[in-house]
């Protein structure tokens, strides 16, 4: 237990421990149950998201490709956030918002995009450095 | 055009050119209109797919990602091969799906590993290789 | 309540009386709870789709763009064959689901225009004679 | 009818006489269309809502489980004050939120969190009186 | 290329010309990546709204029922404003947001109802007056 | 970690070690990855699941009631099995589903109102014995 507590605690603290101030939703549920905070902690952050399959940065990647498809503007600030303090590259995130228009239309894409510039914003590193396109 | 015609034929071609065979969409598009057929195919594949701002293996893997959130099984299956066409990591792929469950739940994770499995046997990959972890 | 079951009886036989053969839902809602289905008929049917500020074709135009939306495969299965008995145009029908393309995405499409070509075949009248645009 | 009226008014007190003051739909509904806003309440609320095979806890607990998954943040705030005012125990209502991270992930699981939360302030509710557990 | 930029405009102007003031996303997306927003553009407002086989207030009453169902309230708002602009009748409008009580559920019609109030306050048209029915 | 896995097994038996025969989810896990497959089980049903703030009926009231709002048939018929054997009552669970036309629409108390039969059916419990109401 020691072990998944120490790894869950060096994990958040990588994606969550710089850039804009956000407080993660395990606040809120230790208000509501210390226990089940804990749990839930452990087990995501400390089993899931310390495996070594993918790094953090592609991790990252696929986290917020996912919270953009599912419109979860709340959790995708929070991990747009986490993706630029591991190292995602700022241009390669905006372009994979803008492929969600093929898979889950406008309304979709626009929601992650103002999620995003927000956050981008508040970091101090907007507008993004266009990458050199041909 | 010409030039977005040729490059919507080759990103094709790397994408859905191998592995299993599934009827791409665009043949049902064609039967219902072929001009809209080619507005679609050219605006998806020539267009945006064909961006270097994400590799296609960087592309394919937050497809996969969004097309399981979004529960989007029959787009699915056809991005889970063209992923492996690209050169996707089978084991990265599947460590998304299983990251999905705290994002969206455990009923989306099953749908998505059970599309990606079928895919694998069809290719002759699985079970996966596991990495080598610890 | 004899004039509200009249309605019911009325406008169910324009929208579903003819055309492809479906079970409508009603018979599973009254194998559960005869009272039930019987409530909720007058209701959908009776009340609501007997209002007039629509006519019945503009309405299953609404009801079919809205049911693709939704991804909800058997209700528009219903809806569609609903809409060419009341007189629907099927070019139209069909340009309203390639529509969903920007606000839905191409899933979410590619699955409206499946059930569309199955119904159309069944009655058939696949492929639709294309209007004469310009 | 005049019975129907009856009950849905007095189901209604039951569920929304109490507790923090939100309007109810039905007022925005009558501003639309009067006719359309009474068959509405008195199917809902008259017909559904007073049948007696769930009692008013039992379905409430329902309902509140099925808002949150559906991400219908302000029905979710009618009904868990609903929930309160017919009985429902405010820490099983906390359980099934959190239950809902393995059916629906954690952004859906948060925002009901939020929701709930944000009620049982303004009723001086909270924190919830834990259960003694063990 | 020119026709297509010369639709695009047109058909633009025609749609978000007239009532209120709104921000369309082509602003945003052009702040992310001008060549993406022009693409964009070209592609929805351009190809795909310029055709012909549904007319404008067709097209907007379809696209005004399915951003409904999706629950894509910011999109909803401009593209009511947009009904109106080109002539979508404001009562006709309004029944196909109660229609959907059927296929989507009371929270999905409330939020559609908020919206388009809004809108109807901000140009005067507040209430709707009530066609005679019957 | 031992007492952990005794409650996970003991829990996994109670709720799908009767009734109809379906292949849990946990087998497919663990043909893609068995560290996986047990981090999940124990966190879900050992820890979650054997929490004793709602009973196990409850817990699967729901679970039910937020399967069928997520449109997620294939858990959902797992659940109403399990449900069916810790004890719920039959026409509660179908009352539950038909409460959903409220929330969410007929197409999602239609899908829900199939699975349930089907299950019903293969455990010789069809038709339910209808509650003697008033």
């Known amino acids: 237990m020691k072990e998944t507590d120490d790894k869950t605690r060096e994990t958040a603290k990588k994606l969550f421990g710089a850039g804009i101030k956000i407080d993660p939703p395990y606040l809120m549920w230790k208000e509501y149950d210390r226990d089940l905070a804990n749990d ?23 986290a917020c490709a996912m919270l953009a498809a599912l419109r979860a503007g709340e959790e995708l600030r929070l991990h747009v ?17 803008f492929q969600l ?7 979709t894409v626009n929601e992650a995009l103002v999620v995003y510039r927000d956050v981008l914003k508040e970091r101090g590193q907007w507008p993004i450095e266009r990458p050199a396109e041909k």
Do not use: H
Not at 43 to 61: A, C, D, K
């Open 40 to 62: 839930f902690s452990r087990f995501i952050t400390g089993n899931l998201y310390s495996r070594t399959v993918l790094t953090l940065p592609e991790r990252q990647m696929a």
């Open 81 to 97: 956030n986490a993706a630029l303090n591991v190292g995602c590259d700022p241009a390669k995130l905006a372009e994979v918002f």
């Open 101 to 107: 228009a093929t898979y889950a239309g406008m309304p």
